[in-house]
């Protein structure tokens, strides 16, 4: 492994039969690992933030699907699939949003179908272990198409945090800012706290300190009059789910960001892989948004500040409309102007390529 962050730190890992996760709710303060042996644990710690971003609970929870048909075979050898279920089940309901996760069960599940006779333990972990890299892969591909369409010396605009701890490693919209910064062209990352987890704050700036990446933190409010200074050359997120026609779930507040960039002319960029994209979802009314505990929002880290009796409404997600996003960047390739059309395109390629724009 190299000395650059993004290798040396593993937000997720299946290690000796066991699923490591970095404590995720404590950094930059504290760098706890906090090591699971059962599916039902990895479950409730998707839930409770421990790992978040959408490729990286996705690999958290094939790696606690591992976990799931182990302990399944151990219990039932003959009918570990049917002991395995609930396991999964409470896997893929652990966060509502994010589609790699039910996308990860998907691969999952079809490799445990492969299995015959025997232990199916060697099957799925090999399985999850290549979704892991797999992930790894498209990131760093992603990371190539992006960076090509930011000019010289950029100064970027992201929200919430999309690098190494949110995927299987490197990142999406943070992994375009590795690939241009490592061709020098990167003056300036402006990170969004990203209320109420404050994933910008904590975690993207920690991941760009820890490189020697220059960031600066606004409050989420302060994006409307930066993107009015003219200072920004591109606004980058990741998603969550992208429906059929482009518009695009991710963490609160992106929707106001895309709307702010597209009346300040600024280019509005979606970096996520194809298990991000979910077919079955015609439409942003089809995803699912999460609601979390109010308590979220009347405090920060911990600490209340509101009176007790104010509510607060707290959904984590929005949706983006497609027809403000300019480009799409997958590792398939950058869809500029995503639509229905667009998408299905893509997806029918099974071979990396461009659609519709630039080389990298
Ligand atoms: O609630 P979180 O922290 O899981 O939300 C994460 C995001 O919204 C990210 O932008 C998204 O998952 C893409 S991560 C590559």
Redesign the pocket.
């Known amino acids: 492994m190299s000395d650059v962050l993004y290798d040396k730190v593993r937000a997720v890992e299946l290690r000796d039969g066991t699923v490591r996760l970095l404590d995720q709710r404590v950094l930059p303060g504290t760098l706890r690992y906090e090591t699971y042996t059962g599916a039902a644990e990895v479950a409730r710690a998707i839930t409770a933030m421990v790992v978040?971003?959408?490729?990286a609970?996705g690999v958290a929870a094939a790696y606690g699907a591992v976990l799931a048909v182990t302990e399944a075979y151990a219990r039932a050898p003959r009918e570990w699939r049917a002991a395995a279920a609930p396991d999964l089940a409470l896997l893929r309901n652990s966060r509502p949003t994010?589609v790699n996760l039910g996308w990860a069960l998907d691969v999952m599940e079809r490799a445990m179908r492969e299995v015959g006779e025997g232990s199916p333990v060697p099957i799925v972990e090999a399985a999850a272990r290549r979704l892991h890299e797999e992930d790894i892969a498209a990131n760093r591909r992603m990371g190539a198409f992006g960076a090509a369409l930011l000019p010289p010396a950029a100064r970027v605009l992201t929200h919430?945090?999309?690098g190494a701890l949110?995927?299987g490693g490197y990142?999406?919209a943070l992994g375009i800012v590795r690939a241009a910064a490592a061709k020098g062209g990167i003056s300036m990352v402006y990170a969004d706290e990203t209320r109420p987890?404050l994933?910008g704050a904590r975690l993207t700036a920690w991941e760009l300190v820890q490189e020697g990446l220059p960031v600066t933190v606004i409050a989420d409010s302060a994006a409307g009059a930066l993107l009015r200074s003219g200072a920004i050359a591109a606004v980058l997120?990741?998603?969550?789910r992208i429906a059929a026609n482009g518009d695009t779930a991710?963490?609160i507040g992106t929707y106001g960001l895309s709307v702010l960039a597209r009346h300040h002319g600024v280019p509005f960029y979606v970096a996520a892989p194809i298990s991000t994209i979910d077919p079955a979802a015609r439409g942003g009314d089809d995803i699912p948004i999460e609601e979390r505990a109010a308590a979220e929002v009347l405090s920060c880290q911990g600490v209340a500040h509101s009176p007790v009796g104010a509510r607060a409404w707290n959904p984590?997600?929005d949706v983006t409309p497609a027809a403000l996003i300019d480009a799409l960047i997958t590792e398939r390739g950058v869809v500029e102007r995503p639509d229905t059309d667009r998408i299905a395109r893509l997806l029918s390629q099974p071979v990396p390529a461009r659609q519709g724009a630039r080389s990298p």
């Open positions: 978040r971003g959408a490729p609970i994010a919430c945090n999309t949110a995927t990142g999406t987890w994933q997120v990741g998603a969550d991710n963490k984590v997600f």
